[in-house]
């Protein structure tokens, strides 16, 4: 295959150090070993040291990510390097692109619009754009500053053995092999992760067979800094498109190329891909080609992520296609769930046990990453011709119907998950009116201290807080956890002392009222809150979210605000049509249409939706049934 190599970044090469390990007689016993030093493994050690937990991390490259990989960097991805390296994120939000609206176009049309976040006082944006190798380098150059970390390039980890005590490693460098223990190992090592293979543990989904396109171009052209999303445009029929704006004056684009007879080399010819970007951005247009390739998607996954004391993460454990952003931001979001928990069952704060709760807490995670990933994959190529005529017909209503938007899957973006029906989470005793439930990640708020504007998230310690509203003073010694909890107040508007909520933010986001409280996880989720002070409440989350008790029955929250509840719909509309005949398939539309219009109360509504539905009336703007 012909590839084109970026111009606008020069990978840094890191050496292969010559370390005492290589000649020693004894096996030197480490903390944590990590293999892999992509978003997973940097993140780990990182946030391992900042908790003083050791590590030591093989990469067998000698450099950073090379090429296109990820680019859209989440919210929450960031907020957790903003709490483990602020430094690092200062330098990501400043090089990144801040986009938080998107655009979904239908052939010619623009569609709709979507806003990210349109909630003012938070500090992170909603999405960045960052190629993969700048936000690795920037972790990089902040392991360099921790004395904790020992990051060893050029040398290739191989699991070897475990028992009750440890685990054994073989590193392998040109400057001869040698072993390792460690009391625990992160494997990080990505989609191709040897240690899976060796410990035998099957990576099991589906291959999406669709071929895509990425060429990353430079160009004189200034589009928005806006996510822009095609269907079936006039410069790449039948299929879809997607433009991004990185740094450097990149942008990516993604063009799909089909299933049946992409020869791949044919359509790496730099004239080839040029004559493609040239009917979508114009023959006036200057551009010059950065970086292309064409990959497949998979969707796959290992059952169980924690093998005793070998515990997977990232890529290595399940990986996703790109629509969604879900790859890197679900590696990222796997370490912030497994760090402290790790860091406390090595430190005597917690039990063994407390590390099965990442196995808990994040599998569901990565079903749902691979969900909206398939059906984002499923909605943008759809694979019959009811499903195409289904997707076609949302596309269009979607143009003047809220609720049809709402449907269109151009990927569902990475968003932190719910860990609701968790044995950590305790169960809701009260009535709150705000959007956040036991068992969600912190919504950050803007906050004064001083008269200077400061960050709820920056408030927050690396170990549980509990934040406060309203002047209640605490007895910390009522407060019975094996290590210190931080305590936060913060004031209602009408003080200068410490933290205050001078916009109301704090008050309308997490319903506060004079005395309620939040109890808050080291990564930052709701693990349990009160509307007055009640320190059995506090010991029994703490109890709870650690593990500490054996009260680990399972909390039931319902999420009060489901995103995306439709698509499962949308899926068992598709489903119920697989492998019927076209007369099969009619008799079921015109039976569901009946159906429905028994759901339908009066015939006013009713004509209402048979004239949107024949295309009348579309000034209407949302039907309600
Ligand atoms: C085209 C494309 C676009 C993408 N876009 C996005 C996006 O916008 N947002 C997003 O969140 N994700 C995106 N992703 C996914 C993202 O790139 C991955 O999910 C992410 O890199 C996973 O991180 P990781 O640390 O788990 O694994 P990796 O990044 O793969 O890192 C693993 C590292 O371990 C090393 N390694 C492997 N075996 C060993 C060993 N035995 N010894 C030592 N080192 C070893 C590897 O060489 C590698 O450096 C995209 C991916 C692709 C391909």
């Known amino acids: 295959m012909k590839w084109v190599l970026p111009k606008t970044y020069e990978n840094p090469t890191y050496p292969l150090k010559k370390v005492a390990d290589m000649e020693s007689d004894t096996v030197t016993n480490?903390?944590?070993?990590?293999?892999?030093?992509?978003?997973?493994?940097?993140?780990?050690?990182?946030?391992?040291?900042?908790?003083?937990?050791?590590?030591?991390?093989?990469?067998?490259?000698?450099?950073?990510?090379?090429?296109?990989?990820?680019?859209?960097?989440?919210?929450?991805?960031?907020?957790?390097?903003?709490?483990?390296?602020?430094k690092a994120v200062e330098k990501m939000l400043a090089k990144g692109v801040t986009w938080n609206l998107g655009k979904v176009f239908y052939q010619e049309d623009e569609v709709y619009k979507f806003n990210l976040l349109p909630e003012d006082g938070h500090k992170i944006p909603a999405f960045i754009n960052l190629q993969q190798y700048y936000f690795e380098e920037y972790l990089v150059d902040e392991i360099a500053n921790q004395p904790l970390i020992d990051l060893r390039w050029q040398s290739a980890a191989h699991f070897v053995s475990q028992d009750e005590d440890k685990v054994t490693l073989e590193i392998e460098t040109e400057l001869g092999n040698y072993n390792i223990e460690a009391e625990y190992l992160l494997a990080c090592g990505g989609v191709r992760s040897k240690t899976r293979e060796t410990m035998n543990i099957p990576f099991e989904g589906e291959l999406f067979e669709e071929n895509f396109l990425i060429a990353d171009v430079t160009m004189e052209n200034d589009f928005p800094t806006e996510r822009w999303f095609w269907f079936d445009p006039p410069f790449n029929k039948g299929y879809s498109a997607l433009l991004h704006k990185e740094p450097d004056g990149v942008y990516r684009i993604d063009l799909q190329l089909g299933i049946d007879g992409v020869d791949k080399d044919k359509e790496l010819d730099p004239e080839r891909i040029k004559g493609r970007l040239r009917r979508m951005l114009g023959d006036d247009c200057k551009f010059e080609l950065e970086w292309t390739s064409i990959y497949n998607f998979r969707c796959m996954r290992i059952k169980n992520m924690v093998h005793d004391r070998v515990i997977f993460a990232g890529d290595s454990a399940h990986q996703v296609s790109p629509f969604g952003a879900r790859g890197a931001n679900g590696s990222i979001q796997d370490i912030d769930n497994l760090a402290w928990k790790l860091a406390y069952v090595l430190q005597g704060?917690?039990?063994?046990?407390?590390?099965?709760?990442?196995?808990?807490?994040?599998?569901?995670?990565?079903?749902?990453?691979?969900?909206?990933?398939?059906?984002?994959?499923?909605?943008?190529?759809?694979?019959?011709?009811?499903?195409?005529?289904?997707?076609?017909?949302?596309?269009?209503?979607?143009?003047?119907?809220?609720?049809?938007?709402?449907?269109?899957?151009?990927?569902?973006?990475?968003?932190?998950?719910?860990?609701?029906?968790?044995?950590?989470?305790?169960?809701?005793?009260?009535?709150?009116?705000?959007?956040?439930?036991?068992?969600?990640?912190?919504?950050?708020?803007?906050?004064?201290?001083?008269?200077?504007?400061?960050?709820?998230?920056?408030?927050?310690?690396?170990?549980?807080?509990?934040?406060?509203?309203?002047?209640?003073?605490?007895?910390?010694?009522?407060?019975?956890?094996?290590?210190?909890?931080?305590?936060?107040?913060?004031?209602?508007?009408?003080?200068?002392?410490?933290?205050?909520?001078?916009?109301?933010?704090?008050?309308?986001?997490?319903?506060?009222?004079?005395?309620?409280w939040y109890l808050i996880r080291p990564d930052h989720y709701i693990a349990n809150r009160g509307r007055t002070l009640d320190y059995e409440a506090i010991n029994m989350g703490i109890c709870k979210a650690t593990q500490a008790t054996s009260a680990i029955e399972k909390s039931n929250i319902t999420d009060a605000n489901p995103a995306y509840a439709k698509d499962d719909m949308y899926k068992a509309l598709i489903e119920a049509h697989e492998g019927l005949s076209k007369e099969e398939s009619d008799a079921l539309n015109a039976n569901l249409v009946l159906l429905l219009m028994d759901t339908v109360q009066g015939k006013e509504k009713w004509n209402t939706i048979l004239n949107t539905a024949n295309n009348t009336t579309l000034s209407n703007k949302e039907i309600t049934v």
């Open 349 to 516: 704060k917690a039990p063994k046990s407390l590390l099965d709760s990442y196995q808990e807490e994040r599998s569901p995670a990565a079903d749902e990453n691979i969900y909206h990933s398939s059906n984002a994959t499923d909605f943008i190529s759809p694979k019959s011709e009811i499903s195409t005529l289904f997707r076609n017909q949302l596309l269009s209503l979607a143009k003047d119907h809220v609720f049809a938007q709402k449907m269109v899957n151009s990927g569902r973006l990475s968003h932190a998950f719910k860990y609701l029906n968790s044995t950590l989470t305790s169960s809701e005793k009260e009535e709150w009116n705000c959007k956040l439930q036991n068992g969600y990640p912190l919504n950050d708020v803007a906050l004064k201290h001083n008269g200077e504007t400061s960050y709820l998230l920056d408030a927050l310690s690396d170990d549980f807080n509990l934040v406060l509203y309203g002047d209640v003073l605490v007895d910390v010694s009522k407060i019975t956890a094996h290590f210190p909890v931080n305590v936060i107040s913060i004031s209602e508007g009408n003080t200068n002392k410490g933290l205050v909520d001078s916009n109301g933010y704090f008050k309308k986001r997490y319903d506060a009222t004079p005395g309620s």
């Open 30 to 86: 480490y903390q944590v070993a990590i293999i892999g030093a992509g978003p997973a493994g940097l993140t780990a050690a990182l946030d391992l040291a900042n908790r003083g937990i050791s590590s030591v991390v093989f990469s067998k490259e000698n450099t950073v990510s090379i090429g296109s990989r990820a680019l859209c960097f989440s919210k929450k991805s960031l907020e957790v390097i903003n709490r483990i390296a602020p």
